[in-house]
């Protein structure tokens, strides 16, 4: 099973932009599927972006989709969401996730390993 650390949150103004990075243990990593997934106070946790084990194939929700960028570097263990263009509404706790495949990847209940989260404001 591979373990999860992700980094890179804080404060930022709306307009503004952040990194988050996902850096894994294991071996196995490149052979996984990577999620980017968030939970907003009070709601309930949302996919935000995914990314193939190959980094070729990627998908994003339509309420980030132009803003947000996923990749990743299989040679560091690391996924990395880049977030542009920053709206209040992407205030949430950030959570990177894998799966073995890509399948149905919005649905949250399919991802098994899962960091501890990461906290994203962003003000008005």
């Known amino acids: 099973q591979v373990q999860l650390v992700e980094s890179g949150g804080g404060l930022v103004q709306a307009g503004g932009s952040l990194r988050l990075s996902c850096v894994a243990s294991g071996r196995t990593f490149s052979s996984y599927v990577v999620g980017w997934l968030r939970q907003a106070p009070g709601k309930d946790r949302d996919f935000v972006a995914v990314?193939?084990?190959?980094?070729?194939?990627?998908y994003y929700a339509n309420s980030v989709k132009g803003r947000f960028t996923i990749s990743r570097d299989n040679a560091k263990n690391t996924v990395y969401l880049q977030m542009d263009s920053l709206k209040p509404e992407d205030t949430a706790v950030y959570y990177c996730?894998?799966?073995?495949?890509?399948?149905?990847?919005?649905?949250?209940?399919?991802?098994?390993?899962w960091g501890q989260g990461t906290q994203v404001t962003v003000s008005s």
């Open positions: 990314i193939s084990w190959s980094g070729a194939s990627t």
């Open positions: 996730a894998t799966r073995t495949y890509m399948g149905s990847y919005s649905n949250v209940n399919e991802y098994t390993s």
